[in-house]
């Protein structure tokens, strides 16, 4: 989705209008796959890959989602490398470049299969449907939601509750302004055209960030006392920030860890199975550093900060609260799905 999962830019590398404010194009092909497939798709096991890049932040909410309700044998992931160029998302991290599964060196090839006259980003998260090879989905936002509620029948035993019932109408809220303000914000700074769009930019993201700071002072969790899909959407901007969003996109007031609060809540759910183990620190600033080369020109990507203070101990146990409820956590990554040992601190 947006900057960090599109080519909707006219010229690689260009995602700053001199003397405008940053306007995300949030057109999607919008069928869904449901249960009963009256949106566009029936749930079938085996039928749908999950097309993602564990740089972007929107495809890494489907990556985790995917992770905790245990969908590995429903729904197979294909992933992208960390760059793209003017075209599409490529699969070079595959032997010869080609996805083994559906047998396309770019993703786009999947959106054209879909629409020949396909006239927007090529965005991450895709759900293509490979008996055709065409894109079934690629609205981020919507997506994670099906699955939970669409593909049940499919989750593991112990999978989470992400969308709790007797909590909804505070999740839609907290995620409304956690989007527009946080997942969003920090690239209204960072593709900001002018000195006043981004001083706009900046303030509304600070105020949203004390918000949240105030918010998880005296709660482990956005909303409720389990981890929900709330909790995915704010992490995947938090875990980016110190490496990308404070320095690249100038989001620098202070740091993520500067914040006693927002910096727990990060290590918590870092620390939490399906979260930390989703992240690919060497993929994310490849990604901000070479492909925004409009914003930083060098392609230099910098070598740090350190990642060891993401398994420090966090304390947030002391709040309370169960992280997955009356479910249990995932069971270990995969073959094939780990992240790099390199990439992360986790071992």
Same mark, same amino acid.
């Given at each position: 989705?947006?900057?960090?999962?599109?080519?909707?830019?006219?010229? %690689?590398?260009?995602? @700053?209008?001199?003397?405008?404010?940053?306007?995300?194009d949030?057109?999607?092909?919008?069928?869904?796959?449901t249960? *009963?497939?009256?949106?566009?798709?029936?749930?079938?096991?085996?039928?749908?890959?999950?097309?993602?890049?564990?740089?972007?932040?929107?495809a890494?909410?489907?990556?985790?989602?995917r992770?905790?309700?245990?969908?590995?044998?429903?729904? @197979?992931?294909?992933?992208?490398?960390?760059?793209?160029?003017?075209r599409s998302?490529?699969?070079?991290?595959?032997?010869?470049?080609? *996805?083994?599964?559906? !047998?396309?060196?770019?993703?786009?090839?999947?959106?054209?299969?879909?629409d020949?006259?396909?006239?927007?980003?090529?965005?991450?998260?895709?759900?293509?449907?490979?008996?055709?090879?065409?894109v =079934?989905?690629?609205?981020?936002?919507?997506?994670?939601l099906?699955?939970?509620?669409?593909?049940?029948?499919?989750?593991?035993? !112990?999978?989470?509750?992400?969308?709790?019932?007797?909590?909804?109408?505070?999740?839609?809220?907290?995620?409304?302004?956690?989007?527009?303000?946080?997942n969003?914000?920090?690239?209204?700074?960072?593709?900001?055209?002018? %000195?006043?769009?981004?001083?706009?930019?900046y303030?509304?993201?600070?105020?949203?960030?004390?918000?949240?700071?105030?918010?998880?002072?005296?709660?482990?969790?956005l909303?409720?006392e389990?981890?929900?899909?709330a909790?995915?959407?704010?992490?995947?901007?938090?875990?980016?920030?110190?490496?990308?969003?404070?320095?690249?996109f100038? =989001?620098?007031r202070?740091?993520l860890?500067?914040?006693?609060a927002?910096w727990?809540? =990060?290590?918590?759910?870092?620390?939490?199975?399906?979260?930390g183990d989703?992240?690919?620190?060497?993929?994310?600033?490849?990604?901000?550093?070479?492909?925004?080369?409009?914003?930083?020109?060098s392609?230099i990507?910098? =070598?740090?900060? @350190?990642?060891?203070?993401?398994?420090?101990?966090?304390?947030?146990?002391?709040?309370?609260?169960?992280?997955?409820g009356?479910?249990?956590?995932?069971?270990?990554?995969?073959?094939?799905?780990?992240?790099?040992?390199?990439?992360t601190?986790?071992?």
């Open positions: 989705m947006g900057e960090t999962s599109t080519t909707d830019a006219s010229t %690689q590398g260009v995602y @700053s209008k001199p003397g405008e404010a940053f306007e995300r949030t057109r999607y092909i919008t069928t869904r796959v249960r *009963d497939g009256e949106e566009g798709y029936p749930v079938e096991a085996g039928r749908y890959r999950l097309v993602a890049a564990r740089a972007c932040p929107w890494n909410r489907a990556i985790i989602v992770r905790l309700l245990g969908l590995e044998d429903a729904l @197979s992931m294909g992933l992208t490398g960390p760059t793209h160029d003017a998302w490529t699969f070079d991290l595959d032997p010869g470049g080609v *996805d083994p599964v559906l !047998g396309i060196e770019r993703l786009q090839e999947a959106f054209f299969r879909r020949p006259d396909y006239p927007r980003g090529i965005t991450v998260p895709a759900i293509v449907d490979v008996p055709s090879g065409a =079934a989905t690629n609205d981020f936002a919507q997506m994670t099906d699955l939970s509620t669409e593909w049940t029948a499919f989750h593991r035993d !112990g999978a989470p509750d992400l969308l709790p019932a007797a909590h909804r109408e505070e999740m839609d809220e907290v995620m409304t302004r956690v989007y527009t303000e946080v969003n914000g920090v690239y209204r700074c960072g593709f900001a055209g002018s %000195q006043e769009s981004y001083d706009q930019a303030d509304r993201l600070w105020t949203a960030l004390d918000w949240l700071e105030e918010r998880l002072t005296t709660r482990r969790f909303v409720g389990t981890i929900t899909e909790d995915v959407r704010l992490f995947t901007t938090l875990v980016r920030f110190d490496p990308v969003y404070h320095g690249h100038k =989001a620098n202070n740091l860890r500067e914040m006693p927002l727990g809540y =990060a290590r918590d759910l870092f620390q939490t199975p399906g979260f989703t992240v690919d620190f060497a993929q994310i600033k490849e990604h901000y550093y070479v492909v925004h080369s409009d914003i930083n020109p392609g990507v910098p =070598a740090g900060p @350190s990642l060891g203070s993401w398994l420090t101990a966090h304390h947030r146990e002391e709040l309370g609260g169960r992280p997955f009356d479910g249990t956590a995932p069971d270990p990554v995969r073959d094939g799905e780990r992240v790099p040992a390199e990439h601190p986790l071992r």
